[in-house]
């Protein structure tokens, strides 16, 4: 069954550091996504990315946030300047079209973040 | 998006069947319910869809009644290995709209 991969599976960063997130999403899926959950709470949406560009983002996706998709495979989150609140779980997803595809995202194992 | 409600907690030994209900009683006319598991330290896992009466696929089951106000899932014959948070989510299937999950309910299966 074809997978979603994540690295690294852990990042411990100082504050004020720039990490990116790297992601490779099934190889026919069109939509993708980046979701968070900090440790014990919800799983939180991030940003919604499709046709090389953001569809849509969360109040938690601000200006030190970006993402892209750089070669095709790829999709990376970057976080240009970490604080302490961005430590957490990063989850990538992705989902096919057609049909009741919406719903069924499939999720990668997820990048621990931790800002020290 | 229509809010969701489902019990916290759940616990129950191996063997038996469990059933966790959700309720939605703002569901619109184009919402699905959809179900995902979590285990711990991983990501969200897709278990199971449905719109109306009873949806079964190898994983579950998912009861849905005429008025669609609620949902249950049903797990058969629980393993330790079932224990994992699960998510009931209602939704359109249209657009791009992101998954919007809830607390969700921990169900822990005892030996």
Redesign the interface.
Known sequence: EPEVTQTPSHQVTQMGQEVILRCVPISNHLYFYWYRQILGQKVEFLVSFYNNEISEKSEIFDDQFSVERPDGSNFTLKIRSTKLEDSAMYFCACRGTGGNARYEQYFGPGTRLTVT | LAKTTQPISMDSYEGQEVNITCSHNNIATND?I?WYQ?FP??????II?GYKTKVTNEVASLFIPADRKSSTLSLPRVSLSDTAVY?C?V?D????????????TRLSVIA
Do not use: W
């Open positions: 699905y959809t979590q330290s991983q990501g969200p896992r897709f869809q998510y989510l939704g299937n249209s657009g791009n709209t992101p998954l919007v999950f809830g607390k969700g």
